[in-house]
């Protein structure tokens, strides 16, 4: 069955420092995978997908992301934070064989100054 | 304006009402969902419709139901409200099977 693990309940990290947000997931074939980001009061925005191809991917807002099938990851990373990246991130994963969307239970990141 | 739009974005009400919350979108796709979020446990499916004349159970559809309207148009239904529906519900659309969904802005739900 399709499952997504986002082991961090919340991080922080410091204006300026590197972040890396965990994802893992389980998907019997080609998974199609997406993170996802939530600001207050909004709905979720698309940061970036892998499909195939290239494993690191990159978003918008400087997100970038790497799938890594032999350990079944697709951790998010951004080498400098701001202060407006406080939010709250999806893992997403579908795939060829399904039309589900499965999301994981979020990263909730908090900058600080 | 919002390619997704869900009436209304707040709503408090009691238990045993019939509560519906509206969705509307302009980005002209087929598939739509209903998901509901609560705290740590992300976001989970409801409904979702594929067309006008398609409509599908999600994981958590007990006590709800829904209603496709047209292609633009994809409403979810509390019959009767109880407390422990309290919760952050959004509708989402999308293209072709398993590209990326585009969501609403939710609509916050409490029910006392």
């Known amino acids: 069955a399709q499952s997504v693990t986002q082991p961090d309940i919340h991080i922080t990290v410091s204006e300026g420092a590197s972040l890396e947000l965990r994802c893992n997931y389980s998907?019997?074939?080609?998974?199609?995978l997406f993170w996802y980001v939530q600001s207050p009061g909004q709905g979720l925005q698309l940061l970036l997908k892998y499909f195939s191809g290239d494993t690191l991917v990159q978003g918008i807002k400087g997100f970038e992301a790497e799938f890594k099938r032999s350990q079944s990851s697709f951790n998010l990373r951004k080498p400098s934070v701001h202060w407006s990246d406080a939010a709250e991130y999806f893992c997403a994963v579908g795939g060829t064989g399904g039309f589900k969307t499965i999301f994981g239970a979020g990263t909730r990141l908090f900058v600080k100054a | 304006d919002a390619d997704v739009t869900q009436t209304p974005r707040n709503r408090i009400t009691k238990t045993g009402k019939r509560i519906m919350l509206e969705c509307s979108q302009t980005?002209?796709?087929?598939?739509m969902y209903w998901y509901r979020q609560d705290p740590g446990l992300g976001l989970r499916l409801i409904y979702y419709s594929f067309d006008v004349k398609d409509i599908n159970k999600g994981e958590i559809s007990d006590g709800y139901s829904v209603s496709r309207q047209a292609q633009a148009k994809f409403s979810l239904s509390l019959e009767s409200a109880i407390p422990n529906q309290t919760a952050l519900y959004f509708c989402?659309?999308?293209?072709?099977?398993?590209?990326?969904?585009?969501f609403g802005d939710g609509t916050r739900l409490s029910i006392l």
């Open positions: 980005k002209g796709h087929d598939r």
């Open positions: 989402a659309t999308s293209g072709d099977r398993n590209q990326p969904q585009h």
């Open positions: 998907y019997g074939a080609t998974p199609y």
